[in-house]
């Protein structure tokens, strides 16, 4: 069959009664997942593959991809409100949307961050048919050093991402979050660093109580602290949710060049095997920071910092899922066990994938663009009773959401070191917001070193020390290049005194 | 005085890379000791040169001012107080487990805060009874019991 034909059958045999309920029901329960901390798509794809044995592929596929593809979308919704990532890749979404809500915005918060959620994935979507002829070639041209670069070009946004006015003190957090990073074996020796001789720290510090701990920890305690509420009362209205959702979600049309970019961003990190959701989001949310005209207000509730991570965190998906069918290799966790999945139900993925199963493929890939649609369209349901959490005294939130961080820690590893983890982050947290040191640099280090190392190593071992002049490496050097010197060069060839003109 | 306590923080850091460096040194092999001894001195110099910029900063020593000193005795207070019911929290979990911590918990901080007893136990119920219902019963995951209820 033609790849037209492919397309249109994959898509219209999603629209069975059975396989469409499937569809459906992954994506509540993947909102559902999303919106609880510590859960997200990891655990709730682990939870569901014992189910699966037997299962028609036409209902667990559906099933499975949609509860995937909408976890970041139900995790933006507490990531802005009451600044609990839902999962690692809304991380990015709180350092604006946060204090948006703190503003009174957080509805609009939260339009804009499901119509990017909702818009990226279905753009990606649409990339992903458009190139799915194309990225075998490509994909097999990185290798070691194209990905060190990528993840130092992730690693190079600590300072975009750092406090404007604190770049050294950006600096500081993200090299703490590098070193904090490196706890555990070290990939190539095996060797154990700065364990202590606990088995706990061998497998290195678990990233969800160190978030938990960093920002949910930290501002909660601050909250209950000064006793107010989220949002001052006065600030937000929820007889114009309807009003401030749709110039949330109009805001995504306004500044869609950062929603594009973002988009591209995080279909291409998704793309690529070994990167990971967290390098995706904030090279989108650096593009989006360092494009600004007001980048200095970026940290302090500014809608781009919201737009450019969720367009980026839905779209990658759609490229995760590319190359999984194609290479067999998974881009994401959440695609290492859909593949875990897949086994079970009897596929198995490699480059015949996307030449005698394009129906199947297609079908996989419009799983995601329907799913995206659905998700947001759940969460705009669910936005007014959830709003209304910013206006609850701390007296109740404080107990509250503290018990769900303590159980949402402990349950991505079921031991209490997540909890003694969680406690220490909370007070770094603490001191780091109190003395200006950028915690989302020192998440960006934590996530990205021990990647930014292994690669390194593999690089310098299999391409000798001259492994940066390969072509493409040498071409995202290039692009890290013209990032940072955009704005020195622009600044010094505008003359003093006449603002915005060139030589 | 919020300088100078920067200036201790700062110092703390410094003290830390320190010790990352030394402790790199033990290492057998250079893969494993390279990056590390690399960030530490990395940001050691950083933290210094940031010590350096602050105590540039830093006016000349002020006269006591009382009000400064209760403000940050104060903050300090407060951030006592609530380590404090966090710690208990943890403790609480440690060794009775999560489904009676969390309960006990909540009913005693919203009754600590001056809010009534049954607000108080409606939300420790509700509460207890969401987790209870999503993580243990949905997700069948094994939440701690407890020292004492194990």
Known sequence: ????????????????????????????????????????????????????????????????????????????????????????????????????????????????????????????????????????????????????????????????????????????????????????????????????????????????????????????????????????????????????????????????????????????????????????????????????????????????????????????????????????????????????????????????????????????????AISNILGGAICYLMARPLVKLTVVHPDFLFPVILALIFVGAFATGETMGHLIVLLIFTVVGILMKRFNYSRPAFIIGFVLGMHFESYYWLSLKFQGPLFFLRPISLGIIAIMAAVFSYEPIRSAIIRPGKKGAIV | MRMRTNILFLGGIAVLMLAVELGSLTFKHLETKMLPMMLAGTVFILTLLEIWREMKKMPRPPRADQGVKAASRSALRSYSVMGTWTMAFFLGIYLFGFIVAIPVFIAVYVKGQGRRWVPAVMTAGVTTFLIWGVFVYALNLQLYSGLFMH
Do not use: C
């Not at chain 1, 492919?6 to 309920?21: D, K, N, W």
């Not at chain 1, 194209?146 to 003190?169: C, D, N, Q, Y």
């Not at chain 1, 600004?292 to 809608?303: A, M």
């Open chain 1, 1 to 368: 069959m033609d790849i037209f034909g492919s397309m249109v059958q994959g898509f219209t045999s999603l629209f069975g009664l059975a396989p469409f309920i499937a569809l459906v029901a992954g994506t509540v329960v993947g909102v559902i997942l999303g919106i609880i901390p510590g859960i997200g798509g990891i655990i709730g794809t682990a939870l569901t593959l014992p189910f699966l044995f037997g299962v028609d592929p036409m209902l667990a596929l559906p099933f499975m991809l949609a509860l995937q593809s909408v976890t970041a979308t139900g995790g933006s919704i507490t990531a802005i409100l009451v600044n609990i990532p839902g999962t690692e890749q809304n991380i990015a979404t709180m350092t604006d949307g946060f204090p948006m809500s703190q503003k009174g915005e957080g509805d609009r918060a939260m339009g804009a961050a499901l119509m990017a959620s909702m818009t990226g994935g279905v753009v990606a979507v649409f990339a992903a048919v458009g190139f799915m002829p194309l990225v075998v070639p490509l994909v097999l041209q990185l290798h070691s050093p194209e990905l060190f670069f990528l993840i130092l070009l992730g690693v190079s946004f600590i300072a975009i991402v750092g406090t404007t006015g604190a770049k050294v003190k950006g600096i500081i957090s993200g090299g703490l979050g590098l070193l904090t990073g490196l706890i555990g074996f070290q990939a190539l020796t095996g060797e154990p660093r700065f364990t202590f001789g606990t088995v706990y720290l061998l497998d290195g510090l678990a990233l969800v109580p160190v978030i938990m701990g960093l920002f949910a920890g930290a501002e909660l305690i601050e909250l209950a602290i000064t006793r107010r509420s989220i949002a001052p009362p006065e600030l937000v209205k929820t007889r114009d949710l309807a009003r401030n959702l749709w110039k949330g979600s109009k805001d995504v049309f306004i500044h869609r060049w950062i929603w594009l970019r973002g988009s591209i961003i995080g279909f291409v990190f998704g793309a690529l095997p070994g990167i990971g959701a967290p390098a995706a989001v904030w090279v989108a949310y650096g593009q989006a920071k360092k494009t600004s005209k007001n980048q200095e207000e970026f940290g302090t509730g500014r809608v781009e910092g919201v737009i450019a991570p969720e367009a980026a965190n839905n779209a990658k998906e759609a490229g995760a899922l590319l190359t999984t069918l194609a290479f067999g290799i998974p881009g994401t966790g959440l695609m290492a066990m859909n593949m875990a999945a897949w086994m079970i139900l009897g596929l198995s993925v490699g480059p015949d994938m996307l030449t005698k199963h394009t129906t199947l493929s297609f079908a996989m890939v419009w799983t995601i």
